[in-house]
């Protein structure tokens, strides 16, 4: 079965870092990709999303993902982090395009240090 | 706010009794899905319906759950016999078809005692 990986489990940073969090997911044939973030006390919201063309695909808030289909990954960065982005992010995969549904990873937990 | 909303939001309740959850999607959306998520994971795909149609079920889904969408609007999600185990968050998703994006509800928080 498909499966998604997000090594990072918890990551701090400190503001104006650089952020990179990594994704991974296990399947052969044609995806759809997601990130999602769920800030503290609020609903899971789509961050950013893939479907085909340019890899480089960005988001709302400054943040952007690199598909590189040889490498199975979907890694969400942002050059420069801010207090607020301070949440839960959830890399997801589609890869059933008869019922679209989602495959989600674990979660990075991301705390942004003022 | 006409986004998915759900209902209620906290459920506590004794093991063995019966819940029911609520969820309304996006109004134009005809597609509504039902997650599962535990502490320190992600969301686990529960069920799918297209309009009123119940098209998937996960394995995660026991006969002690059962999820209508009687008029392919809202959509409710009934535990019956609770356990221990179900104590999850529930989360609502919503989607038209051949539009790949859902939008999620605030879910509704499940403890069972």
């Known amino acids: 079965a498909q499966s998604v990986s997000q090594h990072n489990h918890h990551v701090i940073l400190s503001e104006a870092a650089s952020l990179e969090l990594g994704c991974n997911y296990s399947?052969?044939?044609?995806?759809?990709l997601f990130w999602y973030v769920q800030y503290p006390g609020q609903h899971l919201q789509l961050l950013l999303k893939?479907?085909?063309?340019?890899?480089l695909v960005k988001g709302i808030k400054g943040f952007e993902a690199e598909f590189i289909k040889s490498k199975f990954s979907f890694n969400l960065r942002k050059p420069s982090v801010q207090w607020s982005d301070t949440a839960e992010y959830f890399c997801?995969?589609?890869?059933?395009?008869?019922?679209?549904?989602?495959?989600f990873g674990t979660g990075t937990r991301l705390t942004i240090i003022p | 706010d006409t986004g998915v909303s759900q209902d209620p939001r906290h459920k506590i309740t004794k093991r063995g009794q019966n819940v029911t959850f609520r969820c309304d999607p996006i109004s134009e959306h005809n597609r509504l899905y039902w997650y599962r998520q535990t502490l320190g994971q992600g969301p686990e795909f529960l069920t799918y319906f297209q309009n009123e149609a119940q098209l998937e079920k996960s394995r995660l889904l026991s006969d002690r759950f059962s999820a209508e969408r009687p008029k392919g609007s809202f959509s409710t999600l009934e535990i019956q016999r609770t356990e221990q185990g179900d104590s999850a968050m529930y989360l609502c998703?919503?989607?038209?078809?051949?539009?790949?994006?859902?939008?999620f509800g605030p879910g509704t928080r499940l403890t069972v005692t």
């Open positions: 998703a919503s989607s038209r078809t051949g539009i790949n994006e859902q939008y």
């Open positions: 997801a995969v589609i890869t059933n395009f008869g019922n679209e549904k989602l495959t």
């Open positions: 893939y479907f085909s063309g340019d890899p």
């Open positions: 399947y052969g044939g044609t995806v759809n």
